[in-house]
């Protein structure tokens, strides 16, 4: 089966919701994303953490199948983000320690250069770039970004959509980078930058994957409350990736499968804080939530 | 095939959007939800015109099959709102003047009491009220309302809902009647109100349907450039009842093609002012946009 090359963030996130909080948990977009990908196809993570980061935490990876030879060990402490959501909103940064990442300089293990699916989580462009330019022609290259880089790295960040296949990020961020409201025409701005497919996330109200003449929305899976919904787009996107790695062709019902997974693995993500649901699936809770998926969205 | 009874609100708009002006154009709830509907069953409309009111806007009620025998007219002018989108948000209310509709008091043409098909559009729900108990048992009571009735006329409108089968509302509306932000336990809570379904409106991030043990969620048809939102709540819930009217059995089958046409037609009133757009289909319109629907959410 292809395999998923994911590079990103690993974190150590203190989080506040209404629901709870969390000290330095296991997070990072690397984090999300690999694990949720590695339900649908396995997984080698480029990434960094200090000599404070727990090996039970690199055991929980490798349970999941990633391979962890990409995941640099440095001296220092692990990136640590800490973090509130007021009212289920948009999160409020406190702090942020970049520690480790700071000086990172993202090494390819061998074998990883040929890695067939490539995907770019949210962390700088930069970073993601640099990686991008270790691959040997990649099969597929999807990028996820924040508001943070489109606010402080835009020129690197829009080189980068240069080579990207299928761009990720949510209906706020898609105004930020083109001024534009409507994600329609966003979508379309945004594609002239490089990506063949955007999709736009609108957090509880789903996403729309658009690509040359065909469009597909999918409704948020509906659930009665949330603990922390951290991470929620780097396992869509993870699932995302999973998917389309595992399918046989990528075509239109591969991409709307895709969606679909992306969007019932998130909402394992938020049920919890870290990845407290979302590394502890069995395969059948997920068919079973495909299940409820499909009759609350299929006609 | 079974008819549908409306009674709602007939109109005058002056209304100003990022797209335009309208002064005095054909609007209210009674006229969306009955053109809406008419696509699908025959309508039978109930409310109060003053003597300004154009009898080219009776006549094109009467070309769409809507018998207007119910329409009363009174002395004196038509209801008339004023009323904003600073920028596509929630409609400012500049001006409302109830005029004819201070004093109306609905009376039912001979015929219409046996009207299987009830739709109780957006208006005071006394008014509302009244035109139920005229009625001989309704095959299914389908009710509208909005923000201004939760406010000024709650005890009203819960006394309504005890005899109303489904209730369409917005989520702020939602969270207004029951306190409850997410939406999964706010619709629990209006049913326990009630009507045994639910319907909540989420504008340009669709709605879903919550009945006993199965919701059903539709996302918005997108479209590139909005003219006017206005009528697009009333077209929505127009074209559902119209649908069950139509349908053979009122099953889960007919509850989604019913959310799925209210979708559809509501992108069309949203396309122009005033009923520009969505008097103006042919039944092939609806079926392209009906099939793009489908390319557009079905896996």
Same mark, same amino acid.
């Given at each position: ?179 534009? *409201?409507?994600?329609?025409? @966003? ?19 789903? @996403? ?22 951290? *991470?929620? *787009? ?12 595992? @399918? ?9 499968? @895709? ?41």
């Amino acid at each position: 089966m292809n395999k998923v090359l994911v590079v990103g963030s690993v974190a150590l996130d203190s989080i506040k919701t209404p629901a709870g909080s969390v000290d330095h948990a296991l997070g990072g977009s690397a984090v999300y994303s690999s694990i949720s990908a590695s339900y649908f196809a396995p997984v080698n993570v480029v990434g960094v953490v200090g000599d404070d980061f727990s090996k039970a935490h690199v055991a929980l990876l490798k349970k999941h199948g990633v391979d962890t030879v990409g995941l640099e060990v440095a001296k220092g402490k692990t990136f640590h983000w800490k973090g509130e959501y007021p009212e289920f909103g948009d999160a409020k940064t406190l702090e942020t320690h970049l520690n480790v990442f700071a000086d990172f300089d993202p090494k390819l293990p061998k074998g990883y250069e040929t890695t067939p699916f490539v995907f770019l989580a949210n962390i700088h462009p930069g970073l993601q770039s640099r990686v991008l330019d270790k691959m040997k022609k990649p099969k597929l290259v999807v990028c996820d970004t924040m508001n943070l880089w489109i606010n402080i790295t835009p020129d690197e960040l829009k080189t980068l959509l240069k080579r990207v296949d299928i761009f990720v990020l949510n209906e706020t961020e898609s105004k930020m980078l083109t001024g534009i *409201g409507n994600i329609i025409a @966003a979508a379309k701005a945004i594609r002239a930058m490089g990506p063949e497919i955007v999709i736009i996330k609108k957090g509880a109200h789903g @996403a729309t994957l658009f690509s040359d003449g065909f469009s597909f929305s999918v409704p948020a899976y509906l659930l009665e409350s949330i603990k922390d919904p951290t *991470g929620a *787009g780097d396992t869509f996107a993870g699932a995302f990736v999973g998917t389309l790695a595992a @399918a046989k062709k990528i075509d239109k019902a591969a991409l709307k499968k @895709a969606m679909a997974h992306g969007t019932i693995m998130a909402s394992f993500t938020v049920q919890d804080f870290s990845v407290g649901r979302l590394a502890h699936l069995k395969k059948s809770d997920i068919a079973r939530r495909f299940k409820e998926y499909v009759a609350l969205t299929q006609l």
